[in-house]
């Protein structure tokens, strides 16, 4: 491609690229996004400006929009890092919103028939719970990917449905509270099911969790011999195969743990935040999750960076409900910066290059 | 007086990131004649004949056509201007008839189009050049040979006056090579150009009327075929002497050290590529096999490194039964594997050469964690030894070039001292520097007792490298013979099927 | 159960497979030309608000079907240009898509939500055939995009099978770089498949919200787009068996409904979850049925094409 301006300039390939190069695709991505889906408010005859400003000071412009911020970040940082790991591999789990889900259901299954356990029995045994329930429902469309190679992302979406109307049977059915006054909505857990908070704010102690997960998955990724052959099967299957690691394995194992984490996800939801199930868990949590982990490619430091910005989106978003506005627009800004940073990364490969005349 | 050139290219130019590919090369090639483009893999014809098929820009320079400047901005135009090619790698879709196939190729094929007219018409032209097809039959159906002939029929249906094959009898017998030239020169005949891209000497020698050599993205000469010798052609394209064959000590027979036994093996689509296949495998022995691309080589290569399961039949290394050993036991055994498709199978591409060269050694290291700082020291020190080059240990390896993502993937497998090396087409895409080292590396590696299982499609190259050479057709063993016994002949006809014992029958 | 009721739930099962049966077939003629698009959803959804809001606004349903084929086509063109222009991953592309869409949806559609439709597709009967018993009753007292639809599957056989732009789109999704090499426009080939696809993709949503529940509800599809993604497999990539599919799957939904209504002693939850579970199925089943490549997954498929390969 030539381009005459300012003289002749052309597209070539390039073998290099730095690190601020990347940043600078990034930011601008970022803000091409955020312009290209205020277009859309702007025809309706609303002010984007106005509603960026918005979204900012109620979520970081005030401690009370920070903490709430913190609050979600939570499970957008801890799904996050559950899909994450399966991306590495090149295993598109879309279904970390029903690991989520099922997670939750695990947990509060100790909380609601074992009520009389004590705290430090109680959380770690739902932790646990929550971990396997959630690692289980991944096993779901992992084990037909492992084996006949069916496509994972279909499947594991179509057990987000499953998993959602599971709970919608649980808390209308067996699990409704007698005394809630026929809402859908379970008997609040017990003192022991929850999980402490900072101060008076809804920060659950569960961002330990995060910090502990993201610091892990480094390590994992970057030290350990497993962390390797996830490295190397996301890359080539083949390569894996000749290298003689076992694909069907790590697929299991890969999905089972990113299943897990997403039901911890779910588990310090219930546990730390809204301390019973319900219908609705998640405002999409686990679908969040996906464009946080691509926007962060993959990295978990990036990760639970990134996750915090949407959880300032999120909490942008749910103070536009005031003003009228469904709080689930913010995915149309998530979206839209994810195509310019998709867009942005052919850049990573090409520069400008001004020809001798 | 001085005919106009068919095709003339002026001071052509191209260049790529750290690459120029040609350095204003001038080329012609006058109607009916065909017109050898000569190289090492490397030197820049594969370029040229780009940017003459419209697939690339030229950085500089000019074309002409028939004496009539152009400036082809894609493909299509080049199409327009009777400019056709066959490529190494078939551009066909293995799914369609040879009818689909040919289609896309007419020129302003109707919307709705009339399958009976064009069946006939393929019939028509196959016939008129000697090229027999059956135009509803699927692709994949068909031999190689056939459907390079759908290549060839596609160019004509297309109106080419100017044909281009690159490596055309890289996947024939050679007997099916003669039939292409007898082709080829039906087509001269009648008018038409051909530029032929090779790297064979002694098969441009035979077959054309003029031989243009690159070098280094350079031109170097344009010589009469009938005028020249191979060793003035050797040097003009590698540009010094090239030294006297290569050393093979004689081979004594020691050890076995793997042996197959009538072991049977599907495919990939299900079908049984290996028949009852028994060859035992010697210590310190090149053991060469020969035959045309498809004929079950590659799961003949893929059953013993293990990467492939086997149906029936059973393998022994050191005489210890290891059918059902898997690739990570072999490894550990010392069956090392070079494959075929370097990037994806032999090398991760998105990571690092440093990562790359852990790919057999990871597990070597004492629990659950890789000491990547010895990897890197092992790295720096393979990479200075096997005289790799490349930008940075840190880029992905799919950033690097064809002949040191070769060296790097031997070099870590020399480096782990192997017993057996399974190598497949290891010297493809190669230039000349790079396919010496590495037939050096093999040569030195059975001399210290390694044996080596070569699969190549280089006749010259097995002559000159191997012990013993088994010929391969239909998943069976056709032969095994002496490089020092046999003639390309008798090769040849073993590649397209026939039984040695038969061969000495008449 | 006596026979009408089960002619009912056949009705029904065709209305409500209808919606897939559009968003498959534009997925087929994506997959076809080798682009993977998994916006269907969102671009399922723009097509049902945008659909709502003309048809319901300007009283003409036609209309609204219209502005939902450009919204879906205009969807469509973002996933083209970042895929194929960009060459970026088309799974990311397509999720981002999907995310993007659910949001603009819902954004445009605020002030929607229950508000009640003017101008809706309706059943209309088709003289003579509709007489037939039975089959009369299923097929012919359908609305006008049913059989639209049908039309559709005719038609995008023929066009796939018969002509030349077919020729071209099953070339593009098998191998690219044959069809660049012999002179066409490969690019143009599978930009304008996609843009298709998200057109009728943009359809399936119009009937969505102009015919099957006449109305408009965030989240509306319900992963009705995922759905028509997992069917293309089990047609193997035909429009033909895409038909089969969709209303197979129509019908298992419909079953869901009329089941409940009908006492039967399953919680409605469970129901609910029966047309995701029988596509799982199907999915897992038809995916081993593929694996032989002779007549199945287009071999270019996800795989972004370059012409400058070095």
Redesign the interface.
């Known amino acids: 491609m030539k381009l005459k301006l300012l003289g002749s300039w052309e597209i070539k390939k390039t073998n290099t690229s730095s690190a601020l190069k990347k940043f600078g695709i990034s930011l601008t991505s970022i803000v091409l996004g955020l312009l290209f889906a205020g277009l859309f408010v702007l025809i309706t005859g609303k002010d984007p400006l106005k509603l960026y400003s918005e979204i900012l000071q109620s979520s970081i412009g005030s401690i009370y929009g920070l903490s709430e911020t913190l609050v979600e970040m939570i499970p957008l940082a801890l799904c996050s890092l559950a899909v994450s790991l399966a991306f590495r591999m090149q295993l598109w789990n879309i279904g970390s919103e029903g690991q989520f889900y099922m997670g939750a259901f695990g947990a509060a299954y100790f909380a609601l028939f074992f009520s009389n356990l004590p705290t430090l029995i109680m959380l770690p045994l739902m932790l646990l719970a929550g971990s396997i329930c959630g690692g289980l429902w991944a096993m779901i469309p992992a084990i037909p990917k492992a084996f006949w190679n069916v496509n994972e992302t279909i499947s594991s979406l179509l057990m987000n449905y499953v998993a959602y109307f599971w709970m919608a049977y649980l808390v209308y059915g067996p699990w409704k509270d007698p005394k809630g006054n026929n809402f859908p909505l379970t008997k609040q857990f017990p003192e022991s099911a929850t999980l402490p908070v900072f101060g008076n704010t809804r920060i659950s102690y569960a961002i330990f969790l995060v910090v502990i997960i993201a610091i892990a998955m480094f390590f994992l990724i970057k030290y350990s011999k497993w962390g390797y052959e996830i490295s190397v099967s996301g890359s080539s299957r083949k390569a894996a195969d000749y290298a003689g690691m076992s694909y069907v394995k790590n697929v299991l194992k890969v999905m089972f743990l990113s299943g897990a984490i997403s039901g911890v996800a779910g588990m310090a939801e219930v546990s730390g935040v809204l301390h019973r199930l319900q219908q609705t868990i998640s405002p999409g949590y686990g679908y969040t999750a996906i464009l946080i982990a691509l926007l962060a490619r993959l990295n978990p430091f990036s990760i639970v960076l990134v996750s915090f910005l949407m959880g300032a989106l999120m909490v942008g978003g749910f103070s536009l409900r005031t003003s009228g506005f469904p709080s689930s627009m913010v995915s149309m800004f998530q979206g839209s910066i994810l195509f310019f940073v998709l867009a942005g990364e052919v850049f990573n490969n090409y520069r400008l290059v001004r020809k001798k005349v | 007086m001085v005919k106009t050139p068919m095709v003339e290219m002026r001071k052509i130019s191209k260049e790529f990131p750290g690459i120029l590919a040609n350095d204003q090369v001038s080329f012609d090639v006058n109607a009916g004649e065909i017109h050898a483009l000569l190289g090492e893999n490397g030197a820049g014809k594969s370029t040229l004949m780009s940017v003459l098929t419209g697939l690339y820009r030229p950085d500089g320079g000019k074309i002409y056509i028939e004496g009539n400047k152009t400036d082809f901005s894609s493909p299509k135009d080049a199409v327009n201007y009777g400019i056709g090619m066959v490529h190494q790698h078939f551009k066909l879709v293995q799914p369609f008839t040879v009818a689909e196939n040919v289609m896309l190729s007419i020129k302003d094929l109707k919307q709705i189009y009339n399958l009976k007219e064009i069946e006939q018409q393929i019939i028509k032209q196959s016939e008129a050049f000697g090229l027999t097809i059956d135009p509803k039959a699927k692709l994949w159906q068909l031999s190689v040979g056939e459907q390079q002939r759908v290549e060839i029929i596609k160019l004509l249906l297309l109106g080419a006056k100017i044909l281009i094959l690159d490596e055309p009898t890289a996947v024939l017998t050679p007997q099916e090579a003669n039939a292409l030239f007898e082709t080829l020169l039906k087509m001269i005949k009648s008018g038409k150009s051909v530029i032929l891209i090779s790297h064979k000497m002694n098969e441009v020698l035979e077959n054309t009327d003029r031989i243009t050599v690159l070098r280094d993205g350079k031109s170097i000469g344009t010589v009469d075929s009938k005028k020249t010798t191979e060793k003035e052609l050797a040097k003009m394209m590698v540009g010094r002497n090239i030294s006297d064959l290569l050393e093979k000590k004689p081979f004594q027979k020691k050890e076995v050290i793997f042996s197959l036994n009538k072991v049977s093996a599907l495919g990939n689509s299900g079908l049984l590529k290996l028949k009852s296949i028994s060859i035992d495998i010697y210590r310190g022995e090149i053991l060469g096999v020969a035959g045309v691309d498809g004929n079950g080589q590659k799961e003949l290569a893929e059953s013993v490194a293990g990467l492939r399961s086997v149906k029936e039949g059973s393998l022994s290394f050191y005489g210890k039964d290891c059918t059902k050993c898997g690739r990570k036991k072999r490894i550990d055994l010392g069956i090392s594997y070079v494959p075929e498709d370097r990037m994806t199978t032999g090398l991760a591409p998105d990571l690092n050469a440093y990562e790359n060269i852990a790919l057999n050694s990871y597990r070597k290291y004492p629990g659950g964690f890789i000491q990547w700082d010895k990897v890197r020291k092992d790295t720096d020190r393979l990479i200075q030894k096997f005289d790799v080059r490349l930008a940075s240990t840190s880029n992905p390896v799919k950033m690097m070039s064809g002949g040191n993502i070769q060296k790097l993937l031997l070099a870590r497998e020399i480096d782990s001292d192997p017993k057996l090396i399974v190598a497949v087409y290891p010297m493809r895409g190669l230039d000349i520097g790079a396919t010496d080292y590495v037939k050096r590396l093999l040569i030195e590696q059975s001399e210290k007792g390694k044996a080596v299982l070569l699969i190549s499609e280089d006749l010259e190259d097995l002559l000159s490298m191997t012990d013993r050479i088994i010929v391969m057709h239909g998943g069976e063993i056709m032969g095994v013979v002496n490089p020092s016994e046999t003639t390309r002949e008798e090769i040849g006809l073993m590649m397209a099927g026939k039984r040695k014992v038969d061969l000495h029958e008449a | 159960m006596d026979l009408n009721y089960i002619i009912a739930i056949l009705a029904a099962g065709v209305v409500a497979g209808t919606p897939i049966l559009y968003a498959s077939l534009g997925e087929v003629i994506a997959e076809r030309g080798g682009i993977l698009n998994?916006g269907v959803e969102?671009m399922m959804l723009v097509g049902a608000v945008s659909a709502f809001y003309v048809g319901t606004y300007t009283e003409n349903k036609w209309l609204g079907l219209l502005v939902a084929l450009i919204a879906g086509g205009l969807m469509a063109l973002?996933h083209a240009?970042?895929t194929i222009?960009?060459?970026?991953?088309q799974?990311?592309?397509g999720?981002?898509?999907?995310?993007?869409?659910?949001?603009?949806s819902?954004?445009?559609g605020?002030n929607l939500v229950g508000i009640p439709p003017t101008s809706t597709f309706k059943p209309v009967v088709v003289p003579i055939l509709s007489q037939i018993p039975v089959l009369g009753k299923i097929f012919f007292v359908q609305d006008v995009m049913v059989y639209l639809s049908v039309a559709l599957v005719v038609i995008l056989w023929f066009v796939l099978y018969?002509?030349?732009?077919g020729?071209?789109l099953?070339?593009a999704g098998?191998?690219p770089?044959?069809?660049?090499?012999?002179?066409?426009?490969i690019f143009f080939v599978r930009y304008t498949a996609v843009i298709v696809g998200g057109m009728l993709a943009g359809a399936g949503g119009a009937y969505l919200s102009l015919a099957y529940s006449t109305s408009w509800v965030?989240?509306m599809s319900?992963?009705r787009g995922?759905?028509a993604?997992?069917l293309v497999?089990f047609a193997v990539w035909d429009p033909r068996r895409a038909l089969l599919g969709a209303w197979l799957f129509g019908v298992i939904a419909s079953l869901g409904l009329h089941l409940q209504a009908l006492g039967v002693m399953i919680?409605s939850?469970?129901l609910?979850?029966l047309p995701?579970?029988f596509?799982?199925i199907v999915?897992?089943l038809t995916?081993?049925e593929t694996?032989?490549?002779?007549?199945g997954t287009p071999?270019a498929l996800g795989i972004p094409y370059s012409?400058?390969e070095?």
Not at chain 3, 95 to 104: M, P
Request: hydrophobic share 50%.
């Open positions: 998994l969102g973002i240009v970042i222009g960009f060459r970026a991953s799974v990311a592309s999720l981002a898509l999907t995310i993007f869409g659910t949001g603009l819902a954004y445009l605020r018969k002509t030349k732009a020729l071209l099953r070339a098998e191998n770089s044959a069809v660049d090499a012999l002179g066409h426009n965030e989240n319900a992963g995922w759905i993604v997992a497999i919680p939850n469970f609910q979850m995701y579970v596509t799982f999915l897992v995916t081993g694996k032989n490549r002779r007549s071999a012409r400058e070095r």
